[in-house]
Structure formats: structure tokens, C-alpha cells
């Protein structure tokens, strides 16, 4: 049992077309895929609000005039 | 060459091999402005220059020696002793190690093989900056790159080599052979040479060494990502017909094919290179929680561990498995550092050698029965072989030989740098030689000036 569906490579290559593993599983690993990426923008958009919320309170007026100047 | 068909393969061959080792030498660029960019402002000539030596001394080696192991060794030491039929051909003295109008191949193929073996040493430069002498890193940059990787790649990369027939290993594009070896040195090496002064705080507690420079560290890496495109392109055969692979494959269509000479094709090896960059950063953005630096090896990290199987993965599942390696290299990274007080500078090991390892092993799992090359009675890959393959790789001709031949080294007290120079940074001598000569010419101009 192989994952592409060919135990040997002695096969004629006009014959031959996908051989990832799993196939006919496409629709899942693209159902999969793209739960990792919009999976990805909730955490980094998640995590950006409680960065900059923390940021916020951060700034003491002082050096933000420092850091305006610096540009 | 004898007809027009066979003479345009071999020139698009030797032209196509040519290329992918232009493209490679981007890798070494990379890691070049990535450790003078990682390294504090008074080493950093020292470290371009330990970067730069790899280069020649590993290049003459590999003539004398590191090529002609790949070719006799595939069978050694366990099932059939030197290969005298293909090594003889690859010594130094041979009629193909030169230039030889009958054979325009030779020598494009060992320069891709030599651009392996400058980024195995490259890798454990890495990992080494600011503290180790560079007359024992040299010793060990000739050590992996024209002697214990090639030995790999004979076991591993070669089309007959052992670990390809008996145990079905599987490294299409070198999670194992040359990252997660080089990997493995780099911590053997660690773990002799010991951390940089002010690395680990009184209690144990690791201290973050910023670069002195994150532009050019960030250019490094995109670099490196250039160079290991190239990289992948090198690792297949370009154009092959069926009859040449021994008449393994049936019928008359040709292909281009991995390493082992089993079918694949440019297209299938760009998505995967190019998704598993994708998954790796996305994985390291988020577990990093936004850290630069981790975020950019992390792209790297995805591809190394993808590697494996980058032939044959669907896209979908290359970005996954560059995800998912990434998020434990993370961890192993940081446990590691904190559990045995290593310092890894630019994270090599992790980068590298995990992610090579955990590469190796999930190929062993999603291509469960795929043939490894098209030779009949090859073991098919399995998750044993991968992972006693990662073994080997990682510990038996990585680790092993870094940690004796540091440990000797350090016994002869001639590894580590005097501690009063680390704090001087290796650097300075030169440093005050620019600044001496620059006052003088100085001084000497005014001077003419005053006379005038």
C-alpha cells in the first residue's frame, strides 16, 4: 500500500498524473489550508489588539517628543 | 556524444547544472551578511572572514577527496565495500577531473555537490560567531563538508546508496543530508566550545544578544531563500529517458527526476518550495509572536522541513508540514537553550538540524510506501527507515565526529579564543591598526597642507 498509489516506478510516465499522497483528498487539504490561513489572520489579528492596547499605556510623553524629533 | 539528440541533452545539462550553482552561491552571500549581521560590530570581520575561508578550503578538498568519497562509498561498510566501478573515474588525477571535451558533466555536478558542501559548513559557522577560533572551525568546515556530509549523501542521496536500498530513506531535498547533519555538528560542536561571555545571566537565565545589524541580517536571509530555490533546481536531473535509468521506467517519455533518478518535475518542486516558505513563516510569525528574526529563519525552517518529500507532496500539505515543523523547532529551540545552557547564535540547530530531523520523520509517515527510486527491490519509505535514516544523519555522522573532535581541540587549547579577546571582540587588533594608519595619513596631509 502505498500513500501516491504506485509501489513501483516501473510504469509508463504517458500514463502517469498526479502522484501526491492522498489523493482525492483535495477538497479536504484545501478545506484544511485554508482554515490555516484564516486561522493565522485571527490569531495575528487577536494579538495585534492586545499589543497595541498594551502599547497605548506604554508612552511616556517625553520620549515620544524624542522619538518625533529623531525622525 | 554520439548524435545531435544525445549532444543537446548533455549541453542542456551541463548548462542547467551550471546555472542552479550560480544561483547556490546566493546561499553563501546569505549566510555571510546573516552572521556579520548577527554578530556584534567588533567581530564582525572576523566572522565574514571564518565565512569566507570555508570557501576554498572546502572547494580543494572536495576535489582531492569529498567527491570521490560520494562515489565510493554508497555500498560502505556494510553491503559490499568501495563502489570500483564509479569511484575510480571521480579521483583527482582522473581523465574526467579535468577539462575533457568527452565528458562536459563532471564537473558542473561536483560544483553543485561543492555548493552543499559550502552551506553544511556555513551552517555550523553559524552557530559558533564571536568565540571560536578560526583555525578549529576551518578544520571543522573541511571535516563536514569533504568528508561526514558526503559520506551521507553517498549512504543517502545517491541512487544506490545503502540507506536508499535497505531502508527505504527518502530526502528528495536534503531535510536530512546536509540540515539536519549540519545541524547535528553545529551542537556537538556547542556543547564543547560553551556559550559567549554574558550569554547566560548568574542564575541560568538565557540574555538575547541582539544583531548589530537586522538590514543586513534581513537581506541575508532573503538571500539564502534565493540560493535554496537554486538549491532544490540542483537537486534534480534536468532531462533523462527511461532507458537511461537502467530501463526501470517503462515506456518512452522522458522526465526529469530526483536524486534517486525517480520521476518529478520543476513545476511540482516550485509550488512545494514556495508553499512550505509560506507555511514556515506563517508558523513562526505566530509562535514567535511577531519576532523578526524568527519569523524570517522560519520561512527557512518550513522549507528544510518539507524537504523530504518536496518531490512528491501536494502543495497544501508542504505548507502544513513547513507549518507544523516549525512550531516544534520553535519550542525544542528555546527548551534546549534554557535545559542545557547552550548558546546557538543564530539558531542552527534548531533551524537546520530539528527541523531536518522532524522532516525526515513525517516523510516517513505521508509517503508510507512510495518508492524511493524506480530500482527494483528497493525498500519502499517508511517511518522506521526515515527515522533511523534522521539517526544517522543528525547524531551517528553529525554530532558524533563534532563532539570528539571538539573535545580534542579543546585539549589541546586551541577551540576557544582567550577570553580577554572575546571581550576585546576579535576585531580590535585590526580595528587599531585602521585607526592608527588613518591618523597618520591624516597628520601627513595637514602637514603637506601647512607646508604648502
Known amino acids: ?71 | 556524444m554520439d548524435g545531435n539528440l544525445n549532444a543537446l541533452t548533455t549541453i542542456f545539462t551541463e548548462f542547467y547544472y551550471w546555472v542552479t550553482v550560480v544561483f547556490m552561491f546566493l546561499i553563501h552571500v546569505g549566510f555571510c551578511m546573516y552572521e556579520v549581521g548577527a554578530s556584534r560590530h567588533r567581530n564582525h570581520m572576523h566572522t565574514l572572514m571564518k565565512n569566507i575561508m570555508i570557501i576554498p578550503l572546502v572547494t580543494v578538498t572536495f576535489f582531492f577527496f569529498g567527491w570521490w568519497i560520494y562515489w565510493a562509498f554508497p555500498d560502505f561498510p556494510f553491503f559490499g565495500g568501495l563502489n570500483q566501478d564509479l569511484a575510480p573515474a571521480n579521483l583527482p588525477w582522473s581523465e574526467t577531473m579535468g577539462t575533457n571535451l568527452a565528458d562536459r558533466i563532471t564537473g558542473v555536478f561536483w560544483a553543485a555537490f561543492l555548493l552543499f558542501s559550502w552551506t553544511a559548513a556555513s551552517i555550523v559557522s553559524g552557530a559558533v560567531i564571536e568565540r571560536i577560533r578560526s583555525s578549529a572551525l576551518w578544520v571543522h568546515a573541511v571535516l563536514i563538508g569533504s568528508v561526514f556530509w558526503i559520506i551521507d549523501a553517498a549512504w543517502g542521496w545517491h541512487y544506490a546508496g545503502w540507506m536508499v536500498r535497505e531502508l527505504g530513506y527518502h530526502d528528495a531535498y536534503a531535510s536530512g543530508v546536509i540540515h539536519a547533519i549540519a545541524g547535528g555538528y553545529a551542537l556537538g560542536v556547542i556543547m564543547v566550545l560553551g556559550p559567549r561571555i554574558g550569554k547566560f545571566a548568574p542564575d541560568g537565565t538565557p540574555r538575547d544578544i541582539p544583531p548589530h545589524n537586522p538590514w543586513m541580517l534581513t537581506i541575508g536571509i532573503f538571500l539564502i531563500y534565493s540560493g535554496f530555490w537554486g538549491f532544490y533546481a540542483a537537486c534534480n536531473v534536468p532531462l533523462i529517458s527511461p532507458e537511461v535509468i537502467g530501463g526501470e521506467i517503462v515506456g518512452t517519455t522522458w522526465t526529469a527526476t530526483n536524486i534517486y533518478l525517480a520521476p518529478t518535475s520543476l513545476s511540482a518542486i516550485t509550488f512545494n518550495f514556495l508553499m512550505s516558505l509560506s507555511g514556515g513563516l506563517m508558523a513562526a510569525y505566530v509562535v514567535s509572536k511577531g519576532d523578526a528574526f524568527w519569523t524570517f529563519s522560519g520561512g527557512l525552517a518550513g522549507i528544510i522541513t518539507a524537504s523530504a518529500g518536496n518531490d512528491l507532496y501536494h502543495p497544501i500539505q508542504a505548507m502544513l508540514v513547513g507549518a507544523v515543523g516549525v512550531v516544534i523547532v520553535y519550542k525544542l529551540h528555546y527548551w534546549v537553550e534554557r535545559k542545557f545552557k547552550l548558546d546557538d547564535a543564530v539558531g542552527a540547530v534548531a533551524v537546520h538540524g530539528y527541523s531536518g530531523v522532524v522532516g525526515l520523520i513525517i516523510a516517513g509517515f505521508l509517503l508510507w510506501g512510495v518508492p524511493s527510486s524506480p530500482f527494483e527491490g528497493y525498500a519502499a519509505i517508511n517511518p522506521i527507515g526515515q527515522t533511523v535514516g534522521a539517526f544517522i544523519m543528525f547524531f551517528v555522522l553529525g554530532w558524533l565526529p563534532a563532539f570528539i573532535v571538539s573535545k580534542m581541540q579543546a585539549a589541546a587549547g586551541v577551540l576557544r579564543i582567550p577570553e580577554e579577546v572575546e571581550l576585546q571582540g576579535l576585531d580590535y587588533a585590526e580595528h587599531h591598526a585602521y585607526e592608527d594608519a588613518k591618523a597618520e595619513i591624516i597628520a601627513a596631509d595637514k602637514a603637506a597642507l601647512a607646508g604648502q
Open chain 1, 1 to 71: 500500500m502505498s500513500t501516491i498509489g504506485y509501489e513501483s516506478w516501473a510504469v509508463d510516465l504517458a500514463d502517469v498524473g498526479p502522484v501526491y499522497p492522498f489523493q482525492g483528498s483535495e477538497v479536504l487539504m484545501v478545506i484544511l489550508g485554508v482554515a490555516f490561513w484564516i486561522g493565522w489572520h485571527r490569531i495575528q489579528f487577536v494579538r495585534e489588539g492586545k499589543h497595541l492596547e498594551e502599547a497605548k499605556h506604554m508612552g511616556d510623553e517625553e520620549k515620544i517628543h524624542k522619538i518625533l524629533e529623531k525622525y
